[in-house]
């Protein structure tokens, strides 16, 4: 059936700006740009990228963004792209640009929102291809309810190093090795031109590739889609594809929020921990979850972490890339697994207009690869993240244990307000092994915005360290990050939650196997210290970071700026 004689314009936000006389100048405008009768009166699509110039994993977005145009077209809409930024953590790591990343992912959900109110555009494909723009599309893809598709831009394709695989990783930790006399600067020099030698995000399960798998298992991309690597020809199908399928949602009026339920939140949340994926997972559900208006805080995220098995040996715990589970089969082989053994709600509706099972249906597992285990048998019995909580967490904290041989530690706080001094203390080997560093004052508002801190985790596995001292942090941890690496403690530092009342000497421990951590101090002890406890001067004083600083709330709640869907009036998609 054609999809034009189904779409009834009126009902459409577009309508605002093309129908009726009252709209002529507003058509002017449209003209000027080279459109047709015809193409103003479609319905119009916009096409949102995160083109930049900024790092591999955004440089490839456009190409693909014109296949999408061309999907559109031939399936009657009238796509009008547009860009928005990008943070990219690889390049912002380290120093205080990292306090843009997490900021950026409300930016670009801001930016989409926009452009997409401003213009009355009907229905939105996005593109994205790093850390905080995958979830920054998607929660514009939710606060907007106008029928979406994700796309994401691909991988990056595995490094070469002397005939062994490497990726930015394995380039962080040899600045540790560097540190400490195991590498010398022409070795390292040498590694840091081939460690990432194309177009794409970050190679591994690292937060790029953890979203990317979240949006398949959520319902918002194809299948298949977001697996393939970005200099894979094959990405141009997939977008052309979601271009002519938009249409499809647009005349069915088949819309995010039908997609994004309570079971589909659990059905991403169920695929980080499957694969190994990001704490960051553990952020950016809880925001996409506000953007609806459902109540699916750190906890609810930890509790099916508990429950599900991890499956996929992926770095940076494993031994594989995003590359190689593609060619073994997929995300769709890994929720396919996850399906037949119980893991997954196969009623979830998709963007292809069929349920998780229907999508699934004519998946067949592949024996001939060791990428994905059968969820039945898998690496470990629970999931590769886990969430904590504690006299030290009372609202909770994350960490990776994919890879991770021992899950208890026990030992002496040594305490960092902020990431440099922490950085210069393990740069110089000032501390001892069995000890716990804390890094504090890095959460949300006092960063401000919630530093990953893989340049120090990274370093201590470079020297060796990775399995001798233990690291806890209100900030976060990239997806690039092992061993033993606790985020997203809270309350933070700043508002003063106990990771700010504790001393060095202090001793905590750390209970990956019954999700708790605790500093052993009384609750009288922890309620003095809290009454001599004067809140810190932000750091910043004005700009973005700042109106981020003011707007933000807890990590347990995802980090978000503003009320959400619970408080919604009106939906933009009913204007």
Not at 126 to 131: K, R
Not at 137 to 166: C, E, K, T
Not at 282 to 306: C, N, R, S, T
């Amino acid at each position: 059936m054609d999809v034009k004689t189904i779409i009834d314009k009126r009902n459409l936000p577009s309508r605002h700006v093309t129908e009726g006389p009252a709209r002529a100048p507003h058509r002017s405008y449209l003209y000027a740009m080279g459109l047709t009768r015809e193409q103003i009166h479609q319905p119009l699509v916009g096409v949102a990228s995160c083109w930049n110039e900024a790092a591999p994993c955004n440089i490839s977005l456009m190409r693909q963004a014109q296949a999408v145009k061309k999907g559109v077209a031939s399936a009657n809409g009238t796509p009008r792209e547009f860009c928005t930024i990008t943070v990219t953590d690889g390049i912002a790591m380290g120093h205080e640009g990292m306090k843009a990343s997490l900021a950026s992912r409300e930016v670009i959900a801001d930016s989409v929102e926009l452009t997409m109110r401003g213009h009355a555009y009907d229905a939105l494909v996005g593109l994205a291809g790093c850390d905080k723009s995958l979830p920054g599309m998607m929660m514009a893809m939710l606060r907007l309810n106008v029928p979406s598709i994700f796309i994401y831009g691909g991988s990056i394709l595995p490094g070469s190093f002397r005939g062994q695989p490497v990726t930015v990783q394995d380039l962080f930790e040899a600045v540790g090795k560097y540190s400490v006399g195991g590498m010398s600067l022409d070795d390292l020099d040498e590694l840091e031109q081939v460690a990432c030698p194309s177009a794409g995000a970050c190679g591994a399960q690292f937060t790029a590739n953890t979203m990317a798998t979240v949006s398949e298992a959520i319902g918002l991309a194809l299948p298949y889609s977001a697996g393939a690597p970005a200099p894979y020809e094959i990405r141009d199908k997939f977008c052309m594809a979601a271009g002519e399928q938009i249409m499809d949602l647009v005349a069915r009026n088949i819309r995010p929020r039908d997609i994004v339920t309570r079971k589909a939140l659990e059905n991403a949340a169920t695929v980080v921990a499957a694969s190994g994926g990001s704490t960051n997972a553990a952020l950016h559900l809880p925001a996409m979850a506000h953007e609806v208006g459902i109540e699916f805080d750190l906890f609810d995220v930890a509790e099916i972490f508990k429950r599900t098995p991890y499956i996929a040996d992926l770095k940076p715990g494993g031994r594989y890339v995003a590359k190689d589970m593609f060619e073994a089969g997929g995300i769709p082989l890994l929720m396919k697994t996850l399906l037949d053994h119980g893991f997954l709600h196969g009623d979830c509706l998709t963007v292809t207009g069929r349920t998780i099972a229907e999508n699934l249906a004519s998946v067949k597992w592949n024996p001939h690869q060791d990428v994905v285990r059968p969820a039945n048998d898998p690496i470990t019995v629970t999931g590769g993240v886990v969430g904590l909580q504690g006299n030290l967490a009372p609202d909770g904290a994350i960490v990776k244990v994919a890879g991770l041989k021992n899950q208890k530690f026990s030992g002496p706080a040594r305490c960092f307000d902020g990431e440099e001094a922490c950085f210069e203390a393990v740069t110089n080997r000032a501390y001892k092994d069995g000890e716990v560093l804390v890094i504090r004052y890095e959460g949300p508002k006092g960063g401000p915005g919630m530093r990953e801190m893989l340049s120090t985790t990274a370093a201590l596995y470079g020297q060796g360290a990775g399995d001798k001292v233990a690291l806890i942090t209100d900030g976060r941890f990239s997806g690039a990050t092992r061993g033993f690496c606790i985020g997203h403690v809270g309350p933070e530092a700043a508002v003063g939650g106990p990771i700010g009342l504790i001393r060095d000497g202090d001793i905590i421990t750390i209970d990956a196997i019954e999700g708790t951590l605790d500093v052993a101090l009384s609750d009288e002890e922890l309620a003095a210290r809290k009454a001599e406890w004067k809140p810190r001067p932000s750091p910043v004083g004005s700009g973005a970071i700042w109106k981020f600083a003011q707007a933000v709330g807890p990590a347990r709640q995802g980090a978000v700026t503003h009320p959400g869907g619970a408080a919604e009036t009106t939906c933009y998609a009913d204007i």
